[in-house]
């Protein structure tokens, strides 16, 4: 599978680029000014394009065929990345944001406020709001029929991450002329050294979210539960099956799924399929006084239904996979 065609490339490669441009242009300008604020933001930007880089890596690994060491594919490798590009979230962005404000605020220097300053933050805003409706629009293509908060909790990490990231660097943007407005106007540089702890303290929560959402993955989250029902319902509809005993599941990656399920069969039903062409009562009349004729009756009958029971999971399995193309991998266990 080409990696491009997988869930959130195209964001996360927009993300790149945008987020390489525009760390380059604060970090000119915020060694220039001296804003606190600012070198906070080009850190910021610096701190995304790096975890970005991450997600690509992710992306590009978990299309991998499977091997003999990873039978069910390299899907997990999308998370693992992501997990990596949260933590760097959480160290590079958060960490060292809060500690450049914290350090500003305790060591006041001169900030030099012109309009170079606000010039990159407009180009700033303009280019990170683009990566950041990017995100959403693929959240909202991925998933029409949800809300903006169920879309958080089941989307895909690797989107949710740009999304988040370039949502809080938009915020930040605007924390960032806020902050240097007041510094501006106020000639007090306590409000600069402000801004850049808040912009810290939402990458921090950003990156906690993401790295929960990405921990379950790895754990081995289960498959959504409207997906589970409609499997179960579709199974139990069959004739064959009485009921399902037990049910478990795992995402291996974004929409594809494994499940493992025990089921009751129905003896009956196999009992008409193997016999729906004969006449049963003439056959028993035919050996009913030959006991060699009913051991071969017997011999055959012990070998058709193992068959019959197999060619019936197997249809079933197609037509799971008809109606839920995520479902890859099933395995069907009988009572």
Request: hydrophobic share 50%.
């Amino acid at each position: 599978m080409n990696a491009s065609k997988t869930a959130g490339y195209f964001p996360v490669f927009a993300a790149i680029f945008g987020n390489a441009f525009v760390a380059l242009i604060k970090l000119i300008i915020a060694v220039l000014s001296g804003s606190s604020v600012l070198l906070s933001e080009s850190i910021h930007s610096i701190a995304d394009t790096l975890n970005q880089t991450f997600l690509l890596i992710g992306l590009k690994r978990s299309v991998k065929m499977p091997s003999d060491d990873f039978g069910y594919g390299y899907g997990h490798e999308r998370f693992f990345w992501a997990l990596i590009s949260a933590c760097g979230i959480f160290f590079i962005g958060a960490g060292a944001t809060t500690y450049q404000g914290v350090s500003a605020l305790f060591h006041e220097k001169e900030v030099l406020i012109n309009w170079s300053i606000f010039v990159v933050l407009a180009i700033s805003f303009v280019v990170e709001g683009w990566t950041f409706l990017v995100a959403a629009r693929e959240l909202r293509h991925a998933y029409p029929n949800m809300s903006y908060w169920k879309r958080m909790k089941v989307g895909d990490p690797t989107t949710l991450a740009v999304f988040f990231e370039d949502g809080v660097a938009v915020i930040g943007i605007a924390i960032a002329f806020i902050s240097i407005t007041l510094t501006h106007y106020t000639g007090n540089t306590m409000y600069d050294a402000f801004g850049s702890i808040i912009i810290g303290v939402l990458l921090g929560v950003v990156a906690i979210i993401l790295i929960l959402k990405n921990r379950a993955y790895l754990l081995g989250r289960s498959i959504p539960h409207n997906v589970k029902d409609e499997i179960i319902d579709l199974l139990e509809a069959d004739a064959a099956i009485e009921k399902v005993i037990d049910f478990k599941s795992t995402v291996l990656d974004i929409g594809v799924y494994r499940i493992k399920c025990e089921i009751e069969f129905n003896g009956y039903v196999l009992l008409k399929e193997a016999y729906r062409d004969l006449r049963l009562r003439e056959q028993y009349d035919d050996i009913k006084d030959d006991f060699e004729e009913f051991k071969k009756f017997c011999v055959d009958f012990a070998d058709r239904i193992p068959r019959l029971v197999g060619k019936r999971i197997d249809d079933i399995e197609k037509k799971l996979r008809m109606e839920n193309p995520g479902v890859k991998y099933i395995d069907i266990e009988i009572n």
